[in-house]
Each structure stands twice: as C-alpha cells, then as structure tokens.
C-alpha cells in the first residue's frame, strides 16, 4: 500500500484534504512546519512529520520517512502556503522570498523528490496524482499581497508544464483555486467586520467558504474519478471570479 503527502496537513485547507483523502481509503503522510502535527495526524489516522517546505533538506527527509511509513508514495497534495500583506514598496527580499518558496518553489521539488516513487508505483499499477493549491489570487490581482498572486500564477503554470511533462507516464497534475475559506490564514482578516462582510458579499452564495468544501475537490482530483483531467484548475469560490473576473 502506497499513500500521498498532504503539505500543510496540521490545519486548514490541508487538514480537510487528508480526513477526504482518508475516506476515501488512502494512506496519508502529514507535512506541516508545526510539531502539532504528529498528534493532529494520530488524531485522524495518518502519519506526520515536522517538515520546513522552505527546506530542500527538510522536504528530502521527510519524503524518506512518508514512504517508509506507508510502504511507498503515489500522491502529493500541495497545500502548506503563506502570504505576506506587503505592496510593492514594502515587501523586503527575505519576505518575498518566504512566500514564493513556500506556495510554489515547494511543490516543484517535492514534486521532483516523489517522481522516483511515483515511477515505482505505476509499475506496481498506481495512478500518481498531484495536487497543488492555488487560490483565485492567482487568477485576479490584488494590490496588497503580490507575492502571493506571483506565487499562486506561478503555481498554475507549473501545474500546466508538469502535466504535459508527466501525463505520457501516466501522473496526473491539476489545481485548486480557493475563494475566501474560513481557515488559520485567513483568520486575522476575518477577525475584522468590514472584511468578513466584504468577503461574504463578494460570493454570489453570499458566505465564506468551508475547509472541507476544498478537501472535497482535492479528493475528487486525486481519485479515479478525474482519470482524464489533468493539467487544470478547479475553481471553488462560490462565484466570487464570476462577478470579479
């Protein structure tokens, strides 16, 4: 039995993936900066590691200990993220730099880390999917975090280029593009009013968002279900890009 790394995985987006994921009978590795993720992953009946995404060497580790724990890998779902409320003029290098390692340089190398494994598991007849998640940040612009839109673009383009890379062996390579969920990131702002209710009015749905709403789509994309979908984006906002776009 092989399992999927969820990045991310001790809350949030990340956490909802991995309780889908393992309702649907699969392996599960968590991947999270905190030490909380050990017990949040014996919580639900997965396996979890404190990994730094920013760290090649931490990422390296940990996809050795993820595949000896579940006797392989043939998953990843991308799901660790940071943003940085800091505009051109304002952003430092080392800030910028923070964000776009985490959100997009993180999944291009774990994704490189997990492709001899992924070979192994087509031989054994697995079909390796990946994850990554984007945000409707990366597909509209917004002044204060660019950083994150740069990553969350770039994280799109990465998801086109590995699929056409990836699909002749028979690995499937799409994305999620969140609308405003309530999650830890998304926390401070929704503790002020006007956000919250700009947030809520922005969706034609007329709500925020739920974690597991996200982990649904996450799921989808990794099953079989989605066996010719590849190279994409699921947009999961309620309608927010639809009056926005």
Known sequence: MSGVVVTGGASGIGLASAKALIADGRGVALFDISPQVTSVAASIGAHGFVVDCSSTASMAAGVVAAADALDGLD?????????????????????????????????????????????KALSGGAAPAIVGISSIEGLVGNPF???????????????????????????????????????????????????????????????????????????????????????TQIVVDGGVTSRHA
């Not at 940071?82 to 985490?102: I, K």
């Open 75 to 119: 998953g990843l779902v991308h799901a660790a993220g940071r943003v940085a409320t800091e505009p051109v003029g304002l952003f430092t290098e080392e800030s910028w730099d923070a964000v776009v390692d985490v959100n997009l340089r993180a999944q291009a190398l774990l994704s490189q880390l997990l492709l001899p494994y992924f070979e």
């Open 145 to 231: 975090i660019p950083a994150y839109c740069a990553s969350k673009a770039g994280l799109l383009g990465l998801t086109r280029s590995m699929a056409g890379q990836l699909g002749p062996l028979g690995i499937r390579v799409n994305a999620v593009c969140p609308g405003f969920i309530e999650t830890p990131m998304l926390a401070d702002a929704l503790a002020v009013p006007e956000v919250k209710t700009a947030f809520v009015s922005a969706a034609p749905l007329g709500r925020l968002g739920q974690p597991e709403e996200i982990g649904a789509a996450v799921a989808f994309l990794m099953s079989p279900k989605a066996s010719f979908i590849t190279g």
